[in-house]
């Protein structure tokens, strides 16, 4: 069994910041890629930010340059660094990660619970 928790959202101002974590426990043998994830009101899920096992990271266009994905192995944690936040940005994000139960890297997806971020104008 593989849980996520995520923690970090809430009300900011535009022009603020906030910082997303997830944490990943249970029976892990290995993480792979880490994502975010996230979903307006009436809008489909899109995806934020991205991260390989060896740090590799990508970014959807509108948030470049403002958002920084990164993750500590050793915590089994992904983060989410927002800066420069705008009410577009408003949303609930999404942590996915990609994890191996077994030395027989038995891959799964796994998908946080979701947590709020509203920017204000």
């Known amino acids: 069994q593989v849980q996520l928790v995520e923690s970090g959202g809430g009300l900011v101002q535009a022009g603020g910041s906030l910082r997303l974590s997830c944490a990943v426990s249970g029976s892990i043998f290995r993480i792979n890629g880490m994502d975010w994830y996230r979903q307006a009101p009436g809008k489909q899920r899109e995806l934020v930010a991205t991260?390989?096992?060896?740090?590799?990271?990508s970014y959807t266009d509108s948030v470049k340059g403002r958002f920084t994905i990164s993750r500590d192995n050793a915590k089994k944690t992904v983060y989410l660094q927002m800066n420069s936040l705008k009410p577009e940005d408003t949303a609930v994000y999404y942590c996915k990660v990609v994890v191996a139960t077994t030395f027989r890297l038995d891959w799964n997806t796994y998908w946080g619970q979701g947590t709020q971020v509203t920017v204000s104008s």
């Open positions: 991260i390989t096992r060896g740090g590799t990271t």
